[in-house]
């Protein structure tokens, strides 16, 4: 079970943390693996934290991430890094705005799937899974957006 | 691959209720359930909003009555609120397939207790059913329609937050039913009308109904033995189940998927295989003192797993019988009102007033945390009213007059509307003040419409309940309605007014929630 892959999407309500979890665990599942992913829902108000955990593997049992043992953080807004830190293993590898090139990113609604394109490199899901999750996960009229912010971030 | 899924738990629910022919599906939002409704309408099943729970389960039971198969969701509280027919149904029994969703949760992500409502089940002598991935949401789906068919009685389907919001891999197995068609009434005084001379039969029925299901228990498809490589035997149930195998591969493990009436056997006869047993689950010792009291010999955990959700972490220590006092996250960012939120203002004035304010649950629950602190109470659905009532009969005069209650409109409809009754029947010697926070739709739980939206699930026109028809109706003497994007400012002065005046009132501050109107213009 050591081969599971642990990551945790962290960011505040509005900012897609649970679309981007929703398309990474989309293409993980179609790229064969067994997947889990769980977050706390159903508050509509905006501003609150949110993170959502995607565990993939061959099997996997809990669906969430447990403190100390991600191996994959993604957070999508700078004051949210502090109080999730925690979350990380030691030498898990943190994600943030900061490794993508903000300037470079085609609209800010795309930064999550540009962090998603940062977080790919790092993780053996074929690119063709990735693209088929964006397309299928996000509205037609922004796919293309959201595939040129991907790769932008996949390439940084 | 193609028949393969990734599913949340709730729409696991919602496509298992299509493919077995569901005909109607009713319930009232409440996280983590909302979602299954929300898709099985979405999916093309028949679903509707009712006004409360307790409306949602009797309608289920009418059509579960005429042959049926319903679907019935809530959250854990709804649960509370449907208690009494839930309990009577029990007694009557179905004709057709009846399944109660309870969704319970654990650590309150969003909700005022924890209580566990595997409690209801045992008490309400329903047979229950827990799914622990959305897999098995939704066989579990499927076979409890088939149980509640062949046993004639309702099932509970307990699940909890995080089955209902985790998305896992679901394999649908079963071919997609076309619907059922030889819907009938069949007349039968004896098992339908619940007047003492029936029920004490009734209640012997299913009795004899719970022992022979006890006994078919015992070789269910829902319990699963995995053998394991130490000593240690785990019995264990829903989530739990995938946390206890995680933490502890090797055991051997029970897993138990209906867990009212129990299989006492097959514990047994488990838990003799081991020099270890114990058991794993979260909330109450629900599973540990009925196998307990049935004199099988396991272990539990300490009382502060009580509290709160499991987790890998909290299993590992309960398997190392630890109880040491755990590190508690830090806390994150609270939600906010939106920008824009048609509340703020309303909170804005009764801060400014110095009111007392008996408030309710909602998005304006949220008038209670900075800058605002200005909602004092919050107990249950409806209680906004009530307890506002209770507290004009008691306080002193010019403490009395200060109280103003506050309420939601989809609060109201579900359970609002029997204070203001209370209110002009048993009026306080002050009079009350109500104000109704009319934002048009049931937002904090995402958005659902409701009868005094005048939309159905789907956000088609429906009949609009309006509210200040429903006030005037009961009696209040003074009704406004104040449009709070035109007049903001009136709000305080219609307060203002109202507070000195020793009548019965009722405002309502009315402006649609920003999100909805971003929902909307989507649509
Ligand atoms: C018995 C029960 N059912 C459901 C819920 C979940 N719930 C809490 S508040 C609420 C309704 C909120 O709508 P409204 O009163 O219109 O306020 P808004 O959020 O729109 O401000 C619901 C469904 C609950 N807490 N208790
Ligand atoms: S979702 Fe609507 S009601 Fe809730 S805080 Fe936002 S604007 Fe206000």
């Given at each position: 079970?050591?081969?599971?892959?642990?990551?945790?999407?962290?960011?505040?309500?509005?900012?897609?943390?649970?679309?981007?979890?929703?398309?990474?665990?989309?293409?993980?599942?179609?790229?064969?693996?067994?997947?889990?992913?769980?977050?706390?829902?159903?508050?509509?108000?905006?501003?609150?934290?949110?993170?959502?955990?995607?565990?993939?593997?061959?099997?996997?049992?809990?669906?969430?991430?447990?403190?100390?043992?991600?191996?994959?953080?993604?957070?999508?807004?700078?004051?949210?890094?502090?109080?999730?830190?925690?979350?990380?293993?030691?030498?898990?590898?943190?994600?943030?705005?900061?490794?993508?090139?903000?300037?470079?990113?085609?609209?800010?609604?795309?930064?999550n799937t540009a962090l998603l394109g940062a977080l790919s490199s790092f993780i053996g899901i074929p690119l063709k899974n990735w693209e088929e999750a964006i397309r299928k996960l996000l509205p037609p009229k922004s796919t293309d957006m959201n595939i040129e912010a991907f790769n932008m971030g996949r390439k940084q | 691959m193609t028949n393969k899924f990734l599913l949340s738990g709730n729409e696991a629910v919602a496509e298992a209720s299509l493919d077995a022919g569901v005909s109607l599906g009713t319930g009232y939002p409440g996280t983590p359930s909302t979602e299954i409704l929300e898709h099985f309408a979405e999916i093309g099943g028949k679903a509707q909003w009712s006004p409360n729970e307790k409306v949602a389960l009797e309608v289920g039971v009418g059509a579960a009555y005429g042959k049926a198969r319903a679907i019935v969701t809530m959250k854990h509280v709804g649960l509370n609120v449907a208690a009494d027919p839930f309990f009577t149904a029990a007694y009557t029994g179905v004709d057709?397939?009846?399944?109660?969703?309870?969704?319970?949760?654990?650590?309150?992500?969003?909700?005022?207790?924890?209580?566990?409502?595997?409690?209801?089940?045992?008490?309400?002598?329903?047979?229950?059913?827990?799914?622990?991935?959305?897999?098995?949401?939704?066989?579990?789906?499927?076979?409890?329609?088939?149980?509640?068919?062949?046993?004639?009685?309702?099932?509970?389907?307990?699940?909890?937050?995080?089955?209902?919001?985790?998305?896992?891999?679901?394999?649908?197995?079963?071919?997609?039913?076309?619907?059922?068609?030889?819907?009938?009434?069949?007349?039968?005084?004896?098992?339908?009308?619940?007047?003492?001379?029936?029920?004490?039969?009734?209640?012997?029925?299913?009795?004899?109904?719970?022992?022979?299901?006890?006994?078919?228990?015992?070789?269910?498809?829902?319990?699963?033995?995995?053998?394991?490589?130490?000593?240690?035997?785990?019995?264990?149930?829903?989530?739990?189940?995938?946390?206890?195998?995680?933490?502890?591969?090797?055991?051997?493990?029970?897993?138990?998927?209906?867990?009212?009436?129990?299989?006492?056997?097959?514990?047994?006869?488990?838990?003799?295989?081991?020099?270890?047993c114990i058991v794993i689950e979260e909330g109450d010792p629900y599973l540990f003192k009925s196998i307990m009291a049935a004199g099988i010999e396991v272990e539990g955990k300490h009382d502060i797993f009580r509290l709160g959700e499991l987790n890998l972490k909290r299993v590992r220590k309960i398997l190392a019988g630890e109880n040491t006092s755990e590190e508690i996250p830090p806390c994150g960012k609270a939600p906010q009102l939106c920008p824009g939120c048609p509340h703020k203002t309303v909170y804005e004035a009764l801060k400014k007033l110095g009111c007392t304010v008996p408030g309710d649950i909602g998005c304006y629950s949220l008038g209670t945390l900075p800058p605002y602190e200005a909602m004092d109470t919050l107990l249950c659905m409806g209680a906004g009213?009530?307890?506002?009532?209770?507290?004009?009969?008691?306080?002193?005069?010019?403490?009395?007059?200060?109280?103003?209650?506050?309420?939601?409109?989809?609060?109201?409809?579900?359970?609002?509307?029997?204070?203001?009754?209370?209110?002009v029947y048993n009026r306080p010697p002050t009079g009350h003040v109500v104000i109704i926070l009319d934002n048009n739709t049931t937002a904090m739980t995402g958005l659902q419409e409701h009868p005094g939206s005048g939309r159905d699930i789907m956000h088609n026109p429906s009949h609009q309940v309006k509210i200040e028809d429903i006030s005037r109706a009961i009696g209040i003497e003074n009704v406004d309605v104040v449009d709070m994007l035109k007049n903001p400012e009136e709000i305080e002065k219609i307060i203002t007014k109202r507070l000195s005046e020793k009548k019965t009132s009722v405002i309502i501050a009315r402006r649609p929630c920003v999100l909805s109107v971003k929902l909307k213009a989507k649509i």
């Open positions: 079970m050591n081969d599971t892959i642990n990551i945790v999407i962290a960011g505040i309500g509005g900012q897609g943390v649970i679309k981007a979890s929703d398309i990474l665990s989309e293409a993980a599942f179609t790229a064969g693996y067994d997947v889990k992913k769980s977050e706390i829902h159903g508050m509509s108000q905006r501003g609150g934290s949110v993170t959502s955990d995607v565990r993939f593997a061959k099997k996997v049992f809990s669906p969430t991430v447990p403190p100390g043992e991600a191996d994959f953080l993604v957070v999508l807004a700078d004051d949210q890094v502090e109080i999730n830190c925690h979350l990380l293993k030691k030498g898990g590898k943190l994600i943030t705005s900061k490794d993508i090139d903000l300037s470079k990113i085609p609209n800010p609604k795309t930064l | 057709g397939g009846l399944v109660i969703v309870s969704a319970d949760d654990p650590g309150m992500s969003s909700s005022q207790n924890e209580q566990d409502n595997r409690h209801l089940a045992e008490a309400a002598e329903i047979p229950m059913l827990e799914p622990s991935d959305s897999q098995e949401a939704y066989d579990f789906t499927v076979k409890g329609f088939e149980l509640s068919e062949k046993w004639k009685i309702p099932v509970l389907l307990r699940m909890t937050t995080r089955i209902c919001h985790s998305k896992t891999i679901v394999e649908k197995k079963i071919r997609p039913s076309k619907g059922y068609s030889n819907l009938k009434f069949v007349k039968d005084l004896r098992g339908k009308v619940m007047i003492p001379s029936n029920a004490r039969p009734a209640h012997l029925r299913l009795r004899e109904k719970i022992a022979e299901l006890a006994e078919f228990n015992e070789e269910s498809f829902f319990n699963k033995v995995e053998k394991g490589l130490i000593d240690t035997g785990i019995i264990t149930s829903g989530i739990s189940y995938q946390y206890a195998k995680e933490a502890e591969p090797d055991a051997g493990i029970l897993k138990l998927g209906m867990t009212y009436p129990l299989p006492f056997d097959k514990i047994r006869s488990f838990a003799g295989k081991y020099k270890r009213i009530t307890v506002g009532l209770g507290l004009r009969h008691i306080l002193p005069e010019e403490k009395a007059m200060k109280v103003v209650s506050v309420i939601g409109d989809s609060t109201f409809i579900h359970s609002g509307i029997t204070g203001l009754v209370d209110m």
